[in-house]
Nanobody, 122 residues
Framework: VQLQASGGGLVQAGGSLRLSCAAS????????MGWFRQAPGKKREFVAA????????NYADYVKGRFTISRDNARNTVYLQMNGLRPDDTAVYYC????????????????WGQGTQVTVSS
């Protein structure tokens, strides 16, 4: 599956952005989808994941209550709504797909998109 992330940009602290990740292929609903991020000089880290049906989600503690992951299987798209953005949310955000069952936080997803830059100014 091929993934194309979009929606990044520059926003002031406290602002919002909505990231989208469009997937190719007709088996989108067979994949758990995840969002990860990587800040300069730091390791890639988990942000959120969603089950195949969208009925189960998983969030990193540092985004809980601020970010919401969702998916539209009819549109082959996963979203990340980011509210209350902070300067430490600045990173390149990546979407990923994996044919696993549980929306886990590990980095071992099979497919990765190219990333979209999110910059939060103070």
């Amino acid at each position: 599956v091929q993934l194309q992330a979009s929606g990044g940009g520059l926003v002031q602290a406290g602002g919002s952005l909505r990231l989208s990740c469009a997937a190719s292929g007709r088996t989108f609903s067979s994949y758990v989808m995840g969002w990860f991020r990587q800040a300069p000089g730091k390791k890639r880290e988990f942000v959120a994941a969603i089950s195949r049906s969208g009925g189960s989600t998983n969030y990193a503690d540092y985004v809980k209550g601020r970010f919401t992951i969702s998916r539209d299987n009819a549109r082959n798209t996963v979203y990340l709504q980011m509210n209350g953005l902070r300067p430490d949310d600045t990173a390149v955000y990546y979407c990923a797909a994996d044919p696993r069952v549980v929306p886990t936080s590990t980095l071992t997803y099979d497919y990765w998109g190219q990333g979209t830059q999110v910059t939060v100014s103070s």
